[in-house]
């Protein structure tokens, strides 16, 4: 195994931490050694300094897409935190139907939606609750990710009978359809209701003209420090419309000080 120096993994968490907002303490530098050591012996690197520098030097994107792709956790599921997924459904859905009535155009953003999960779940909620008027609405969600390998995989809809276990069995006969024996595809009626793109949310600017609706950003900020979590929501806010949602991880928090969102209920909050 290749070891990483103190200097590297400074070097390397640094670089990390300012370009993409993931805060790599030295708790886990075995695990970073670990995730990487494939990458390392495929190109021949002899130390963590060559892989350094092969990073910077790179121009393709690919290296750092590797190595992004490499150190983040992307586990998630269908109905994770269901309370989550009520409250859009029985509170959110009828206060936007009411509100944006004459627009009939909803704007949903599932940031660092990680393998489709999440964004498919509330295509599928919105589906049910709109029934025949959805034809009237443009509800399309932008569901975006830095890993380029997650956003493929979403992208392809298909996953297996453990991954849809959760799935109501109304769900599964109206949105999915078998493959094989072990797997399920989600249907083009769904499919084409989220957008993917890859989106870093440490970008300086946000390139979107029209504020969202409804945010989600679960299980995210859990690997950013404070300041870089705080200026995150504040950009948030900026783009959510007035009266609309963001939605964290049940093991985050926002600092109340720092947010001029207002506390719902837990990992809920709102722009008034």
Excluded at 87 to 106: H, I, R
Excluded at 184 to 194: C, G, M, T, Y
Excluded at 202 to 209: D, E, Q, Y
Aim: net charge positive; glycine share 4%; hydrophobic share 35%.
């Amino acid at each position: 195994m290749i070891n990483i120096s103190d200097k590297e993994f400074e070097y390397l968490s640094t670089f990390v931490r300012n370009n993409y907002g993931i805060n790599l303490t030295e708790k886990k530098k075995s695990l970073v050694v670990g995730r990487l050591q494939n990458i390392l012996l495929e190109h021949n690197f002899k130390n963590f300094t060559q892989y350094y520098e092969y990073i910077l030097s790179d121009t393709s994107g690919q290296a750092v897409t590797g190595l992004i792709n490499k150190i983040t956790t992307n586990h998630t599921y269908f109905m994770r935190e269901p309370e989550h997924f009520n409250f859009f459904k029985n509170k959110v859905l009828p206060f936007l139907e009411n509100s944006v009535q004459g627009a009939k155009d909803l704007r949903i953003w599932s940031a660092g939606c990680s393998s489709g999960e999440e964004p498919y779940t509330l295509a599928m909620i919105i589906s049910d609750y709109f029934g025949e008027e959805k034809l009237w609405w443009d509800t399309r969600i932008l569901a975006t990710d830095i890993s380029m390998k997650v956003i493929n995989k979403a992208k392809a809809g298909v996953y297996s009978d453990e991954q849809v276990n959760a799935i109501p069995k109304i769900w599964k006969l109206k949105y999915f359809e078998k493959i094989d024996e072990n797997n399920w595809r989600i249907k083009e009626s769904i499919k084409k209701e989220v957008i993917f793109r890859i989106f870093n949310l440490m970008n300086k600017s946000f390139p979107f003209k029209k504020k969202f609706h409804v945010i989600f950003c679960r299980n995210v900020m859990i690997y950013f420090d404070n300041e870089t979590k705080d200026n995150l929501v504040n950009k948030f806010y900026e783009y959510t419309e007035p009266g609309g949602y963001l939605f964290i991880g049940h093991s985050e928090s926002l600092n109340k000080e720092k947010t001029k969102y207002k506390y719902i209920m837990p990992a809920v909050y709102r722009k008034e």
